[in-house]
């Protein structure tokens, strides 16, 4: 065969097509462009997968499954699903959590990227990493065990004595808090544990990125340090930033386990941050394998579809962000 | 000295005070928040090896688990499950993921390197849970039921990202003299691909794929509704007695990863919610074994990235 193929004239397929194998060069370069495009196709077959899963759900329900709704039902027996106290417990939890982590993730940042010795950056990089890598069910196990009793009910109690009763913002704490402490206040906290370092990670990156002859320009002009930090490197860094806490935003909506175990599961009214709840991946997460109509599975990959949708935008405006930032600072620049 | 100037003078010690103590009490602040936020950490890290050392011992991972209310018993189960699942995806994630990265690595300023990059970006912000969702509709429905299969596909999916982003890491701290030095020679890019840059960057690519191995094996979420769990699952038997029936190798494959199988933070989920005093022991005795297996190969992978870093740079 070999042969054959070599009396062949230049011209001939066979003889081209056995270069084109034997070089190799053209099929490595097709397959390794065929990798990366069953990357991309992941990310669009999951929105479509669950986009037709949940087909039935969206037909019957309509918009009224995502809206506000005042008495919300959630009603396997009689295939009457909204979806409404699950999202509402969703973005209350995250967004008390990223209340709170922010601070924190800024001021651990600034700690890491302007202050600490250079010998004890790494140790401590590696620790928040460790915060990181810890198993989201340890933080549950640990959450109902631990944190809720010692921590979260004390927090709530006093939350509740000292702003329970005030007029406008008093139906966010609203009580009685659960003797457990299972609450949405004690997921915020847990989740407040989780986005740490995702949002320290990122604005340590965006602060180091930051070209010096800003802080030597400021502190030049007889700025102090944290004025300097203040003032020229934490806006200059905004965009940065803001795509950091949008990431640690992204990751709290999805995380599910540790949530799962802490905040109680139960379907009621309260709007209050102090009671237990429900979240978006803790509703799947609890009654999927269990669901009992088709209808009642389709509405929780519904469910699913909304928090892949959510954390598909809110990634594709962080990394827009962070990159944007990363564009504007010339290589050499960067620390 | 005018009057003005000396009101000057004086107000300026006043600014000036006012200023410096504003800068000392911030930075101290960043520094109080850093301790503040390592102590859920230290917490965590002490309590479950306070717990979990109490209640592990051999039985505890050469044993299946006993029927509820009798003490004693193991975790075996759990253990082969997340074995399982774990080689299964490796096996699903680490091609893919390999070739994506030679790719992102290699052209990372094209349409496609970009748009590459940004879905790697993305599938890593996909929650677990919507990633399992996902198994269940493509692999567990058709199949119609729930498989250790299912979830090492769900684990891949999870792993993906994480190999990917590392590799191709790894790979661009390979010096881009040695692959001139090999294409010089006359190699195809192929050639000089496979054997020359990637062993270059073979150590940091494995520490990426522990990385993401530590990182699977801590997840729930996906295998909720993929692998399911399954109490009764116990290796040994089924290839013994697969041996005994004279199965070949693929209907013993076939039995070990058709079934729906248990992971350690699976059990850990179920044995937290039961009201069994020894089952809540041994999910204690679960996080402890989990802890220590990922903080290792994270501290492990962590100091072997630093080292290769410097090897390479320096």
Not at chain 1, 67 to 80: A, Q
Not at chain 2, 14 to 27: A, G
Not at chain 2, 54 to 78: K, M, S
Not at chain 2, 217 to 238: D, H, M, Q, S
Request: proline share 6%; charged share 10%.
């Amino acid at each position: 065969m070999t042969k054959y193929i070599q009396t062949l004239p230049e011209t001939h397929w066979l003889t081209r097509a056995r270069r084109f194998v034997s070089h190799g060069d053209t099929p490595w370069h097709w397959t390794i462009i065929a990798a990366s495009i069953f990357v991309m196709i992941m990310i669009m077959a999951i929105g479509w997968m669950l986009w037709r899963e949940s087909a039935d759900a969206r037909t019957t329900f309509g918009f009224g499954f995502l809206t506000p709704t005042v008495d919300p039902s959630w009603d396997p027996v009689n295939d009457n699903f909204q979806a409404w106290p699950f999202i509402y417990g969703t973005l209350l939890t995250s967004f008390a959590a990223m209340l709170i982590a922010l601070p924190i993730s800024i001021g651990i940042a600034v700690f890491m990227a302007e202050l600490c010795p250079e010998w004890l950056r790494l140790p401590l990089n590696w620790l928040v990493e460790l915060l990181a890598a810890i198993p989201s069910v340890v933080y549950g196990l640990w959450g109902i065990f631990i944190f809720l009793p010692t921590v979260v009910a004390p927090v709530a109690e006093w939350l509740f004595n000292t702003l329970g009763t005030t007029p406008v913002i008093g139906v966010m704490f609203a009580g009685p808090v659960p003797v457990s402490g299972s609450s949405r206040l004690g997921a915020a906290f847990i989740l407040t544990i989780m986005i740490i370092p995702t949002i320290t990670a990122v604005t340590r990156d965006v602060l180091l990125a930051i070209p010096n002859h800003q802080r030597e320009a400021s502190l030049a002009m007889g700025a102090t340090q944290w004025e300097t930090i203040w003032q020229v490197l934490l806006p200059y860094g905004l965009s940065g930033i803001l795509g950091a806490v949008i990431l640690g935003l992204g990751r709290a909506l999805g995380e599910t386990m540790a949530v799962t175990m802490v905040i109680g599961n139960s379907i009621e009214g309260s709007a209050s941050l102090l009671r237990p709840g429900y979240t978006m991946a803790s509703i799947i997460a609890n009654e999927f394998a269990e669901a009992v109509t088709k209808l009642h599975s389709q509405a929780l990959i519904e469910i699913g579809l909304v928090l892949f949708f959510m954390t598909l935008i809110l990634n594709t405006i962080a990394r827009l962000l962070v990159w944007s930032v990363a564009r504007r600072t010339p290589q050499e620049a960067r620390a | 000295m005018t009057r003005f100037q000396q009101l000057i003078e004086k107000n300026k010690s006043i600014v000036s005070t006012r200023r410096k103590f504003t800068n000392m009490l911030m930075l101290s602040m960043t520094g109080v928040m850093t301790l503040f936020a390592l102590i859920p950490l230290f917490w965590i890290i002490g309590y479950v090896v306070y717990k979990g050392g109490q209640y592990i011992n051999l039985d505890f991972f050469t044993q299946t688990p006993r029927p509820l209310g009798i003490e004693g018993g193991g975790v075996l189960h759990a253990i082969e499950g997340t074995l399982v699942i774990t080689v299964l995806a490796s096996i699903f994630a680490i091609p893919p993921g390999i070739l994506a990265a030679f790719y992102a690595a290699r052209y990372p300023n094209t349409v496609l390197g970009v748009a590459l990059r940004f879905s790697t970006d993305v599938l890593s912000g996909v929650p677990s849970i919507v990633i399992g969702l996902f198994v269940y509709a493509v692999v567990v429905k058709p199949m119609g039921h729930y498989s250790g299969f299912a979830g090492g596909i769900a684990m891949a999916i999870l792993m993906l990202p994480t190999i990917i982003r590392t590799t191709e890491e790894m790979l661009k701290l390979v010096p881009y003299t040695l692959r001139e030095g090999s294409l010089a020679l006359g190699a195809p890019e192929w050639k000089t691909s496979v054997n020359v840059v990637l062993p270059a960057a073979l150590n940091g690519i494995i520490t990426g794929f522990l990385l993401a191995v530590a990182r699977a094996a801590g997840e729930t979420a996906p295998l909720l509704f993929t692998a399911l769990g399954n109490e009764r699952y116990n290796l040994g038997k089924i290839v013994q007695s697969g041996i005994a029936q004279k199965q070949g190798v693929s209907q013993i494959l076939q039995r070990v990863f058709n079934q729906p199988v248990d992971s350690l933070p699976l059990t850990l989920w179920k044995y937290s919610q039961e009201p069994y005093p020894e089952r809540i022991q041994q999910s204690w005795a679960v996080a402890l074994v989990l802890m220590i297996f990922i903080l290792l190969i994270n501290i492990f992978a962590r100091i072997w990235v630093e080292s290769r870093k410097r090897a390479l740079q320096g």
